[in-house]
């Protein structure tokens, strides 16, 4: 299994949720203390994406072959393609003595679950499935079809999202700043450094 470290901290939410920039945010704010846990995925880069940096991009024979293996802690299938996150991934943030971060789809949360890892878990929610549709829409990243399977699948992690024991707490992202502000709350009552001693409130205050 992967070393033993800090609690990770997942983040979930739909496409368009918001999650990955609250991740941005936090790991800008504190880049000494938190670690991003770069999944693999066999979909191609989007614009200005890198790899290695975003994801590592990969194909299904290879990543098929790596998960037979058992080198990968959860693999999910979106929009038909694989995703997922390895151990090496997770080990190389724990090395650091860094907090964990992931951020992955529901059935990997289902995974992560059941390991050892005792990560923390948040669900990111979107003000309302409209709202959803207008952010997924001015990417303007996706075919018509796929943009409809993105929503439906958007509604059944909402529904996942909101059933009572699945995340330690649901930030409603309808103002950034609130969010993030709820997300640094959660994770400065929760997250504790034992090496240092500190929490993420008192880390921001010594600097």
């Known amino acids: 299994m992967v070393q033993k470290g800090p609690r990770p901290l997942v983040l979930c939410g739909p496409s368009g949720s918001g999650k990955s920039t609250l991740l941005k945010r936090l790991l800008k704010e504190f880049p000494d203390k938190f670690g991003f846990s770069v999944s693999h995925t066999t979909r191609g ?31 999910a299938t979106f929009s038909g393609n694989m995703y997922g996150t390895s151990k090496q991934a997770v080990d190389d943030v724990r ?41 997924l829409r001015a990417r303007n990243t996706e075919q018509e079809d796929a943009l409809k399977k993105r929503l439906e699948t958007a509604r059944k992690e909402i529904q996942f999202g909101q059933e009572q024991g699945n995340f330690h707490i649901i930030i409603l992202n309808d103002n950034l700043d609130k969010a993030y502000s709820e997300l640094r709350e959660f994770i400065s009552t929760n997250v504790e450094d034992k090496e240092q001693g500190d929490t993420v409130e008192e880390a921001k205050e010594d600097k």
Request: aromatic share 6%; with cysteine; charged share 35%.
């Open 45 to 75: 880069p989007r614009p200005g994406e890198k790899d290695g940096v975003h994801y590592h991009f990969t194909n299904k024979d290879e990543m098929t072959a790596a998960v037979q293996r058992g080198e990968f802690i959860e693999t």
């Open 95 to 135: 090395r650091t003595g860094k907090i964990c971060v992931l951020d992955i789809e529901i059935e990997g949360v289902k995974q992560v679950k059941k390991t050892d890892l005792n990560p923390l878990l948040v669900f990111v929610m979107p003000p309302s499935i409209e709202e959803l549709e207008r952010r």
